[in-house]
């Protein structure tokens, strides 16, 4: 039985500046399982991390314990706020709750009605995994989301059913690329529309210890944009792979095709870029940039943030 003499609970398990340490890390909290467990089983793994934290381990504990309450913290609560995420926001809801939307999404595209329902479903859905998945620190008001809402689904509507009849006359496989499409541009509107505070305020930025240093709209920037091509990563294969796939494929068997990408997409799409992402002190805003170099000189050369996922 391992001990836990000097074990760090928030040191990561595996390299993050390496893109499978990321990988690893991202299946580990990813993991679909993670989202049938009760609110009292992931409180008890809350309760776990935070007594590990405050230095009082119960007794008996091991480190592969200690590891999976952290992978159970890591999966259900903000690394912000600490609160409990609700479920379909939480990133190890993606695989179900992505798979079945894209399935239906590109199984029914060809009349109007049917595109405008399903991007409209999949809109609220990934409203809902952006707004849980944002930087925390950064309040948003419910004006705000209301407004972020309506214009990512508009922009998703606008697309689909536009590209849907310009491509009538277009072939098949051809038209079963059009929800990749919409998808893509929504998500290039809904993710910076639902952070919109983050780039108008900034997002708060810290040293290599998590001191605070101050707020920055251009790592907000740059921690949206990261964001967004990851999540039109995520989605790439399953939409533009898929159809062609389902061109040879029985109306059923599509669905666990779309499972297996989603379950090896979703990490490895969050993977792309570290979560706690940093920025040399050089490309911060003059202000700040003065500030930093003011009090610390040079001894500061990174400032780091959660870019959010």
Not at 30 to 50: F, G, M, P, Q
Not at 89 to 106: E, N
Request: glycine content about 6%; proline content about 5%.
């Amino acid at each position: 039985m391992a001990v836990l003499d000097g074990f760090d609970i928030d040191a990561p398990r595996w390299d993050q500046s390496t893109f499978m340490g990321r990988l690893k890390h991202f299946f580990n909290i990813t993991d679909c399982r993670t989202a049938l467990l009760s609110a009292s089983r992931l409180d008890e793994a809350k309760a776990i991390v935070d007594s590990c934290r405050a230095g009082s381990i119960p007794p008996g504990t091991t480190v592969e314990q200690m590891h999976y309450a952290k992978k159970l913290y890591d999966s259900a609560f903000h690394p912000d706020s600490g609160d409990r995420m609700n479920l379909i926001g939480r990133m190890s809801f993606q695989v179900p709750g992505g798979m079945a939307i894209t399935g239906f999404m590109l199984q029914f595209y060809r009349t109007v009605p049917a595109v405008v329902f399903w991007q409209w479903v999949n809109q609220s859905f990934n409203a809902l995994v952006n707004y849980t998945n944002r930087n925390a620190a950064s309040p948003i008001t419910t004006k705000q989301i209301g407004v972020a809402y309506v214009t990512a689904t508009s922009t998703a509507l606008a697309t689909a059913v536009g590209l849907n009849l310009y491509t009538k006359k277009a072939p098949p496989l051809v038209a079963r690329w059009v929800p990749f499409v919409a998808v893509a541009a929504a998500n290039c509107v809904n993710i910076p529309m639902m952070r919109q505070q983050e780039v108008l305020n900034g997002i708060a930025v810290t040293d290599e210890n998590g001191n605070k240093l101050g707020h920055s709209t251009k790592a907000a920037v740059k921690g949206i944009t990261q964001v967004v091509i990851s999540r039109v990563t995520m989605a790439a294969p399953g939409m533009i792979i898929l159809p062609i796939i389902m061109q040879r494929l029985e109306k059923h068997r599509f669905m666990q095709v779309g499972n297996i990408l989603l379950i090896f997409m979703v990490p490895a799409a969050c993977s792309l870029f570290p979560q706690r992402c940093s920025m040399a002190v050089s490309k911060l805003e003059p202000d700040l940039r003065e500030s930093i170099n003011s009090q610390y000189g040079d001894r500061i050369s990174h400032v780091y943030f959660n870019k959010g996922l």
